[in-house]
């Protein structure tokens, strides 16, 4: 599910990051938009994508970029066919602590302040991180219709998450994919997480992992993909 806002901090409307971002603001923004929010990070980036989706040159993209970093706004990691692009002084805007993630060590840093967040809204209560794995207790315990993933298919789709994603997926969301339940589905294997935040988070890693990685994967016969879904989708199918 795409986000249909941007959080963006009031401090990047001071003269200096005015300035200072210029024209690359919109880049900026780009980034913000596509950030996972636990990890405020773009996991899954390629010049060419923003390129065509901002309807700028990729060398013109690639020279914003290698400025935006330049000046600490981002880090970029170059994994094999793609980049991370980790935000600097990120906030993740469904936590109500304003702790802030990647911190830069940029003098006067734009995001340090969280001037809007004792105001911030929301429908989550709580923070993704407080999230353990007796949540998914009482969802196993719904389960009718549905048989659980065989073991040796859950541990065959775990291997092949840790050894093909590698670095590309936090621990955190590790964790949850290996503690949730999970169904077998026309060849998709489905994790039943209820949590919204976690969900769409996951859901967003999965579009990226079951389009690079599991569809160039020499198929094992049993799934080819996978997806998050809440114990409610699960009992309409």
């Not at 600490?72 to 935000?87: E, F, G, M, P, R």
């Not at 702790?99 to 001037?115: F, H, M, R, V």
């Not at 298919?153 to 936090?170: H, P, R």
């Not at 160039?216 to 080819?224: A, D, E, L, R, Y």
Request: contains cysteine.
């Amino acid at each position: 599910m795409k986000k249909t806002w941007i959080k963006v901090k009031r401090g990047l409307l001071e003269p200096k990051h005015i300035e200072r971002l210029g024209v690359r603001f919109f880049l900026y923004l780009y980034y913000l938009d596509q950030a996972d929010w636990v990890e405020g990070a773009v996991l899954f980036y390629r010049d060419r994508d923003a390129a065509d989706e901002l309807g700028i040159p990729i060398p013109t993209v690639r020279k914003q970029r290698v400025k935006l970093e330049e000046d600490k706004y981002i880090s970029c990691l170059q994994k094999n066919d793609h980049q991370v692009i980790t935000i600097h002084n990120w906030t993740n805007p469904r936590e109500y602590s304003g702790e802030i993630y990647n911190k830069s060590n940029q003098k006067g840093a734009p995001l340090t302040d969280d001037d809007d967040e004792s105001n911030h809204k929301g429908n989550h209560k709580g923070n993704a991180t407080m999230v353990t794995p007796s949540l998914y207790s009482h969802i196993t315990s719904h389960i009718k219709d549905k048989e659980l993933l065989p073991k040796e298919t859950e541990q065959l789709f775990i291997g092949a998450i840790k050894t093909l994603v590698g670095g590309d997926i936090s621990e955190f969301y590790k964790e949850q994919i290996e503690d949730a339940p999970k169904i077998l589905e026309d060849g998709c294997i489905k994790l039943i997480i209820d949590d919204e935040n976690i969900r769409i988070g996951l859901n967003k890693k999965a579009m990226l992992i079951n389009q690079h990685i599991f569809s160039k994967m020499v198929s094992n016969g049993v799934f080819n993909k996978f997806e998050c879904i809440s114990s409610a989708d699960m009992e309409a199918l």
